[in-house]
């Protein structure tokens, strides 16, 4: 069976979901956390008889801090993020809660400046950039050619595209923010399309080896059909466990299990269906 004959085919399925994601980058953006723009985080719990509802609480926030957004974050609890806001701000508006419903509870007041979001924001895109050419240099080096490690991180750069684009499409659709656990889903995100990447490459140059006579495509194909069993076993357990946490695990980190949940499936799909005919297409056309 040959399935990377089939492999423009894979390079329309990674456009299918590559082009509504980037033209959403460039349309809308990512939506930013206060952990990259600054600002302040109050998460109050008040008491469960009561019958606060959401339009209430956002109504008496904007009312106290101007320009703020309000998420439930479980049962009487509710999730207030603002650009700015003090340690008597934060006192009123619990006063007034606990005058007005029982006794409110600040379960979390977090507070950043503009310079430490700025760092950080910076040292993230450095981060990033940094793995990418560290996991570059090294599959060069591992394969001794240049084609595995640049087909690596193309990749690499498939699935981190569709993770930015999905949450960029998220946040102007569902508000959803991305904050400091979704550059720790990213970068966990590029292990795992890294990973079995690698897997069915060192099969490739084990059949090569082996077989030096035989053409390049069908060393690949093999090396895909070998992997592929032990690939997607491997990862329908990650996958099954994120499902869960997405499902159950509550609105804390709901959006961050989401975030490696897409980059499980992307990583899985890349190693064997966009890696590798990349591969196969550069020896192909630099034979």
């Known amino acids: 069976m040959n399935l990377l004959k089939y492999r423009y085919l894979y390079f329309a399925i990674s456009l ?18 206060i952990d990259f723009v600054g600002g302040a985080l109050i998460e ?5 008889n009561t019958n606060l509802t959401f339009a209430q609480v956002d109504e008496l926030v904007d009312e106290e801090f101007g320009l703020s957004a309000v ?9 207030i993020k ?65 084609k595995f490690g640049v087909t690596a991180v193309m990749a690499m750069f498939h699935d981190s595209l569709i993770l930015l684009g999905s949450f960029s499409l998220l946040g102007h659709f569902y508000g959803v923010e991305v904050d ?3 550059v720790t889903a990213m970068l ?3 292990s795992f399309s890294v990973h079995d990447t690698i897997v069915v490459y060192d099969r490739i140059r084990e059949l090569n080896r082996k077989h030096p006579r035989i053409q390049f495509e069908e060393l690949a194909n093999t090396a895909v059909l070998e992997t592929l069993t032990r690939s ?14 997405v499902l159950l695990g509550g609105s ?30 550069w020896t192909k056309r630099f034979k």
């Not at 299918?16 to 956390?33: A, T, V």
């Not at 109050?44 to 469960?48: A, D, G, S, T």
């Not at 990650?238 to 869960?244: K, R, S």
């Not at 897409?262 to 890349?270: L, P």
Request: no cysteine; proline share 3%; hydrophobic share 50%.
């Open 180 to 182: 400091v656990l979704f």
């Open 188 to 190: 966990t995100t590029l």
């Open 71 to 79: 998420q439930k974050s479980g049962d009487s609890q509710f999730m």
């Open 82 to 146: 603002s650009k700015e806001v003090s340690e008597e701000q934060k006192s009123d508006l619990t006063t007034q809660l606990t005058q007005q419903y029982g006794a409110a509870e600040v379960l979390r007041f977090e507070s950043v400046g503009p310079s430490i979001s700025k760092e950080l924001l910076s040292k993230t895109i450095v981060a990033i950039a940094l793995v990418s050419v560290i996991i570059a240099i090294y599959v060069w080096r591992q394969f001794k050619e240049l």
């Open 44 to 48: 109050i719990k008040l008491p469960e």
């Open 16 to 33: 299918l979901f590559l082009i509504p994601g980037i033209f959403s980058l460039f349309k809308y953006g990512l939506k930013p956390s």
């Open 252 to 281: 804390t980190i709901k959006w961050f299990s989401t975030a490696l949940l897409i980059g499980a499936v992307t990583g899985t799909y890349s190693s064997s269906f966009t890696a590798v005919p990349l591969l196969v297409e």
């Open 232 to 245: 997607i076993n491997n990862s329908v357990t990650i996958i099954v466990m994120l499902l869960a946490l």
